[in-house]
C-alpha cells in the first residue's frame, strides 16, 4: 500500500513539474514547484517508512521548512522586482 503512495505521489509530482514548465504566469509557476517541494516531503516520510528509518521524518521536516522560506523569499522578490501591488 505504501509503494501505491509513493507511486501516486512521483505520479503527481510529474503533473506538477509539466504545470511548471507551461505555466502562463510566474506565480503558477511559483505554485507548482512549491507543491512539487511539498509532496517531496511526504515522499521522504513514505520512503523513511518503508526503508524503517524514523530520521527520514526528521529531513523530511526540514525540508518542508527549506521548501516554505525558499517560496516566501522567491515571492517576495518578484514583488520587489515588479513594485508594490495597487500602483
Avoid at 68 to 85: E, H
Amino acid at each position: 500500500m505504501f509503494l501505491a503512495a509513493a507511486a501516486a505521489l512521483l505520479a503527481t509530482m510529474a503533473l506538477g513539474l509539466t504545470r511548471a514548465f507551461a505555466g502562463p504566469t510566474v506565480y503558477d509557476r511559483v505554485l507548482a514547484v512549491n507543491s512539487i517541494g511539498t509532496k517531496t516531503v511526504l515522499l521522504i516520510a513514505v520512503l523513511g517508512f518503508l526503508m524503517e528509518r524514523p530520521d527520514f521524518l526528521d529531513i523530511s521536516l526540514l525540508y518542508a521548512l527549506l521548501n516554505f522560506i525558499g517560496t516566501i523569499a522567491v515571492l517576495r522578490f518578484i514583488r520587489q522586482r515588479r513594485g508594490p501591488v495597487g500602483n
